[in-house]
């Protein structure tokens, strides 16, 4: 899951904008007082700290994807941060192993012909990486192959017979005797 340099940009463009949008700024020179005449963290840290808590809190409810985009962006904002780096590190290595088994499970459902297991476990796999695109095409598979069943079906069961409507018997010739 790795994003191209247009969403990095975009990552830190709306992080800055949420730091500086956040209310309390001040001069930048010393901490901001908070009136009781204690020292909080300004609107960046602040900014940080929620930033770090939506990660470790999506990972903790199995929210990879989430996780990952919050450790990406507290490793784009602060690249000294070891911690941030290796969490991020271990979000997508997670997501990768939790990837290849879905789609190992979705394949095997498939070939079984069975499309809604199938179905299930390939949108589990764009969960954890959207742009997966054998998942993507796999699902348009599993369309095709029900709208194909759905026609067939629909013709098959003009012409068959069915219990309710048992086949029409045409009536034999009665011979006359003379």
Do not use: N
Not at 24 to 50: C, E, I, K, M, N
Not at 131 to 145: G, K, N, S, T, V
């Amino acid at each position: 899951m790795r994003p191209g340099p247009g969403l990095a940009a975009l990552v830190v463009a709306v992080a800055l904008a949420a730091c500086s949008a956040l209310p309390g700024t001040h001069d930048g020179t010393s901490p901001p007082d908070d009136g009781a005449g204690t020292v909080s963290a300004g609107p960046a840290d602040r900014y940080l700290q929620q930033q770090r808590a939506r990660a470790e809190q999506a990972q903790a409810q199995g929210r990879w994807a989430d996780a990952a985009l919050a450790w990406e962006v507290l490793s784009l904002l602060r690249p000294a941060d070891g911690q941030a780096r290796q969490q991020l590190g271990a979000v997508r290595q997670h997501i990768e192993q939790l990837r290849a088994r879905h789609a190992a499970a979705a394949r095997a459902a498939q070939q079984r012909g069975q499309l809604d297991t199938a179905q299930r476990a390939w949108l589990q796999v764009l969960a954890l990486e959207p742009r997966d695109e054998a998942a993507a095409a796999a699902l348009r598979q599993i369309e095709q192959e029900r709208s194909g069943r759905a026609q067939l079906g629909r013709f098959s069961r003009a012409t068959s017979p069915t219990a309710d409507h048992p086949p029409r018997r045409t009536p034999s010739p009665k011979l006359i005797s003379r």
